[in-house]
C-alpha cells in the first residue's frame, strides 16, 4: 500500500471516529452540558439568574418565576438566542438546541416587599403589605389573632414574592409582639429593614421591646423608636431606609408645633424642647441619611423680614440639635420665609399652620 493510500485511509479513520464520538451518547452529553452552561450563562447576563436551566439531550428546560409575561418572553428569546461555543459539529450561527419554558411561572413580585401594621384606637392592629404564600399569610394572622385577640384586620395581607428570606415572618412576629404591648403605635417592614414607633407610659416596656427588636435575626436591620412621657429618648437600631425616616419625622412631628418667642428665634421651652429631643434622636437613629430643617413663617411683616426671621428659627432648631447629638455634618437648615404658604394667610388659623419648622430626609450627602 502506498504513502497516499495510507493518510487516505488514515483521514477516513479520524473522520469516522469524530463521527461516532458527536452521535454517541458521551459526545451528545458534552454538547448538552457545554449547551446548559451557555443558557445559563446568558440569563445571567441579561440579569435572570434565578431561572434555572437543566438540560434534557438538547433540549433547555427552564423553571423559576419573573414578574410579567413581557419578562418571560425576555427570558425565551434569551435562551434561544444563546450561542453554545464549545458544541462540537455547529455551524457558525446555527441553534444546536430548543427550549422549553413551560415552567417558567409568572407570578407577582413586589419590590420593596412590606409589611405593617398600626395600632388602633380600640387597642387592635391593622395588617397590609405582602406574604409569601397563603400559609404564611394564615400565619400571620394566627400570631396577630392571639396578641391582639378579636381586633384584627387584615387589610390586606396580598400573596407576592420578593420576601427577603424564610425570616420575614419571625420578624413580623417580632414587630407585633413590640406592638401589643405599646399604647399607640406602629411598625413598618421594608425589605432587610424594620422599624417600630410608639408611645408607653413605662420605661420597662420600652427597654424590653428595644430588646426583643435588637435580637432580630442578624439579616434583619431592625430600629425602635418608642416615646416615654417625661423620660429621656432611647432608641435602639439604625434605620437604612429613606422613606422610613422620612415617616418617622413626619409621625414624631405630627401636628405639634416647635414654638418660638414672639417675632424671634428663642425656642419655647416645654412641649417644643420635648418634641425636640425626641426628633434628635430619630436624627440619630438615621444617621445615614442628610436632614434639611426649613423654616417658614406667614405674611404678616416685610417679605425680607420673614424671610431672615425663617432662617434664624431653622438655624436656632439645627443648633438645638446638634447640641443633643445631632452629627452637624448629616444635618443643615434654611429659611422660606413667606414664600411656600400651606394655607391661607387671610386667617389666623392659617397663618398659624404657615409658621412652621418642616424636616426632609435625603441620602446623605
Known amino acids: 500500500m502506498g504513502t497516499f493510500s495510507k493518510w487516505l485511509i488514515g483521514l477516513i479513520l479520524l473522520a469516522f471516529a469524530a463521527l461516532i464520538i458527536e452521535f454517541t451518547p458521551w459526545g451528545a452529553k458534552a454538547n448538552s452540558v457545554a449547551m446548559g452552561n451557555s443558557v445559563s450563562s446568558a440569563l445571567k447576563n441579561n440579569g435572570f439568574g434565578n431561572i434555572a436551566t437543566d438540560m434534557v439531550g438538547n433540549v433547555a428546560k427552564l423553571s423559576g418565576d419573573v414578574a ?31 427550549v422549553d419554558g413551560s415552567a417558567v411561572k409568572i407570578v407577582n413580585i413586589a419590590k420593596p416587599y412590606t409589611l405593617t401594621g398600626v395600632r388602633t384606637e380600640n387597642g387592635g392592629i391593622v395588617l397590609n403589605g405582602y406574604a409569601r404564600n397563603e400559609a404564611d399569610r394564615l400565619a400571620i394572622l394566627a400570631d396577630a389573632e392571639r396578641l391582639f385577640p378579636g381586633n384584627v384586620s387584615d387589610n390586606k395581607i396580598k400573596i407576592a414574592q420578593g420576601a427577603p428570606d424564610a425570616s420575614w415572618n419571625a420578624t413580623a412576629l417580632t414587630n407585633m409582639a413590640g406592638l401589643a404591648q405599646l399604647d399607640s403605635g406602629e411598625f413598618t417592614m421594608t425589605d432587610w429593614n424594620s422599624v417600630l414607633t410608639g408611645m408607653t407610659s413605662s420605661g420597662d416596656v420600652r427597654e424590653g421591646v428595644n430588646a426583643s427588636i435588637a435580637g432580630l435575626e442578624s439579616s434583619y436591620n431592625g430600629a ?14 439604625e ?110 388659623a392659617g397663618m398659624a399652620a404657615n409658621r412652621r419648622i418642616e424636616f426632609k430626609v435625603t441620602r446623605s450627602k
Open 68 to 98: 410579567s409575561a413581557s419578562a418571560k418572553e425576555t427570558v425565551l428569546s434569551t435562551a434561544r438566542n444563546a450561542q453554545c461555543e464549545k458544541c462540537t459539529n455547529r455551524d457558525a450561527g446555527k441553534r444546536w438546541h430548543e
Open 224 to 237: 425602635a423608636n418608642i416615646a416615654v412621657p417625661n423620660l429621656a429618648a432611647v432608641n435602639t437600631g
Open 239 to 348: 434605620i437604612k431606609s429613606e422613606d422610613i425616616c422620612q415617616a418617622l419625622f413626619d409621625k414624631l412631628k405630627g401636628d405639634n408645633k416647635i414654638s418660638f418667642a414672639y417675632n424671634r428665634a428663642e425656642i419655647r421651652q416645654g412641649p417644643s424642647t420635648s418634641l425636640l429631643n425626641s426628633l434628635a434622636s430619630a436624627a440619630m437613629q438615621c444617621s445615614s441619611f442628610h436632614v434639611t430643617i426649613e423654616g417658614h413663617t406667614d405674611a404678616d411683616g416685610s417679605e425680607d423680614y420673614n424671610l431672615q426671621l425663617s432662617r434664624r428659627r431653622a438655624e436656632a432648631v439645627l443648633n438645638y440639635l446638634v447640641q443633643n447629638g445631632v452629627d452637624e455634618a448629616n444635618i443643615s437648615g434654611g429659611g422660606y420665609g413667606e414664600s411656600r404658604p400651606i394655607a391661607s394667610n387671610d386667617t389666623a
